[in-house]
């Protein structure tokens, strides 16, 4: 089993919709979980940063975190063409200086 | 700021050539990485640098080698490249850590013939 699995798309949505995306994982000593965006021949910029268990959201983004189920998912609300990108989670534990990524999730908004 | 910036930004290769890529920041970061991109396997760490003078290897150094120069800067070098290297190059840093804020340069895509 891979220590993160995600889901790598394409995921077609229509302008306006909800997007969610998810990343499972089975290191349960992971604590900082993370939510890269990464569009079209560019970098890697971080989009959301979460610790422990909970939600987060910011604008029309949130992150929500499950640790009892290794689960984390990302939603875009009303999401728009811009919003075209793979989204790529990441998670690390503490002590441990590394970084897991998903193989990432391309989404695609249609106008 | 320019942020991290990366030379160069395509190069094609021939099999057993080698070169460096170049990486620099100017954010006043203590950790640098690379990665390498491929479709379907997502991004791997190859090597990185916690603080200046330091390197260590990541999931997939094998055919690599490094050199952190100055804190500024972080080369990559080939030293004989093989097709399996075919792939997109990201550097990155970060102010501490590697679970704290990654900042990705644009990416070097490599072809090797």
């Known amino acids: 089993q891979k220590e993160v699995e995600q889901d790598p798309g394409p995921l077609s949505v229509p302008e306006g919709a909800i997007v969610s995306l998810n990343c499972t994982y089975s290191n349960s000593a992971f604590q900082y979980f993370m939510w890269y965006r990464q569009y079209s021949r560019k970098g890697p910029e971080l989009l959301m940063y979460?610790?422990?268990?909970g939600n987060k959201e910011d604008g029309r983004f949130t992150a929500q975190v499950d640790k009892s189920s290794k689960y984390i998912s990302l939603f875009i609300r009303d999401s728009q063409p811009s919003d075209s990108a793979t989204y790529l989670c990441a998670m690390s534990s503490y002590g441990n200086n590394r970084l897991a990524f998903g193989k990432g999730n391309q989404v695609v908004v249609i106008p | 700021n320019a942020g991290v910036t990366q030379t160069p930004k395509f190069q094609v290769l021939k099999t057993g050539q080698s070169m460096t890529l170049q990486c620099a920041q100017d954010m006043n970061h203590n950790s640098m990485y690379w990665y390498r991109q491929d479709p379907g396997m997502g991004l791997r760490l190859i090597y990185y640098?916690?603080?200046?003078?330091?390197?260590d290897k990541g999931e997939v150094p094998n055919g690599y080698n490094v050199s952190r120069l100055n804190k500024r800067e972080f080369s990559l070098r080939l030293e004989s490249a093989a097709p399996s290297q075919t792939s997109v190059y990201f550097c990155?840093?970060?102010?501490?850590?590697?679970?704290?804020?990654?900042?990705f340069g644009p990416g070097t895509r490599l072809l090797v013939l």
């Open positions: 979460t610790y422990s268990s």
């Open positions: 640098s916690a603080s200046e003078g330091t390197t």
């Open positions: 990155a840093s970060s102010e501490g850590g590697m679970r704290e804020t990654q900042y």
